[in-house]
């Protein structure tokens, strides 16, 4: 049976503190429209988890404003078996161009994804009006889309993954999901480049990521917080005793900072020292080893910089042996460094047992950065950019998938043509470091392009604009 998630509403007027007034206007404006357009509808979104990744992070925001703003949206997850998440990972893994397990997308695999659907389909047919909207989100519920077209719902289908340059693997996946995806009423991609070939292109819409800006990843922290976060985390040392912290969570509620980090270094950042920053997953496509190195052999020691590479605790997570092998790769990567290299590069792995204190660690690490780094081999959008840049930071970054709609190369950071070039990596974080007029001009550009374009409202105005058209 699928599960129903509440989210707590969050409250549209909070973007008068963020956003131009026209622009709260229009968003105002938006609600309006949305109550009559949307009347006594439901819009629904179905995705197959309620705990971390991407997709949950776009979920929440995007439930919670809609629902502050007086719209009956709301939240479904499938239950699955594990068998179904073997082959709906599978898929996941093939859209990236990568075989992942090597299993085959075969006619079983279909038997093992369909069958799990059909399971859940009651929880659905009992729900879901034919008046109403459902927002399939990603390759694990799209087999549904025929069911709840067959209902009369409106569909749309929003696919989070994406490749620049789709290869053999990836085309046959697709024509795998095609006739699922086919029957939706609209289908949304995060950038223009990841359009599958072979649908109705009258039927696609394009709507990039968004950050929400109030939550304990984004939000603004004064300088004292950022220390004593970082302090009391065990990021940095000061040789000032650590105070507890009490922090605002995602609903409100007040919290401490209870956890300290897990850090692979000689001796503690000073909060002082220039700091280099790459916030990801220890995942081979972030390219863990290509930061340590790039920055070891490419960054001068006379910058006198260091690199903090923070990740999430891989210990606890024992489903996820790629992370714990990555990371391990990475402290050997470290130790092959001369001394006085190694001491300047600190691994962090932040506790995951609370996801506010880990985004509250987050927000402390990328504030105190002078540089943020984001040398990703692939990305779909890559939040982690805009999250750096809603900060306020200049972002050196490898010009991949939706990494290049974020940076503006030269304006907002600096983009790396060839991700593996090492030395391109070294040599603009150097450049950034030397400058810091520059990099704080960078800066700037980068926090106003977030304003501008990737605060949750703008994909809030996106959705209303495409249920415009398919209800119309
Ligand atoms: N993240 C986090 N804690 C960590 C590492 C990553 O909260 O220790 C978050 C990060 O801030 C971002 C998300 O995980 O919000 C990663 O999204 P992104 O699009 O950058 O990459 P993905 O991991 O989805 O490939």
Redesign the pocket.
Known sequence: MAQEITVPSRDPEWFRSVLPPARVEEFLAAITEAHGLLNRRVVWNVNSTSRG??VV?LLRPLVGYARGAGIDVRWLVLDGTEGFFEVTKRIHNRLHGSTGDDGPLDERARRVYEDVLADNLQSFVDRVRDVDVVIVHDPQPAGLIPALRARGATVIWRCHVGVDEPNEIVRETWRFLLPYVADANAVVFSREAFVWEGLDRNRVAVIPPTIDVFTP?NYDLQPQMIRAVLRVSGLVADGEAPEPVTFERADGTLARIERRAGIVEDEPVHVDDRLVVQ???W?A??DPVGVIRGFGEHVPLETRAHLAY???AVDAVSDDPEGARMLRRSIEERNRLPAEVRRRIHLIT?P?DD?DE??IM?NALQRQAHVIAQKSLA???????A?AMWKGRPVVASRVGGIQDQVLDGETGILIDDPRDLAAFGRAISELLSDADRAARMGEAARERVRDRFVSVRSLLDYLALMRRLLR
Not at 379 to 385: D, M, R, S, Y
């Open positions: 990744g991407g992070e990843k916030v990801s997953r995942d496509l972030k923070a990740g999430p932040l995951m996801l880990n985004a987050v990305e779909g959008f890559g939040l982690t950019v999250e």
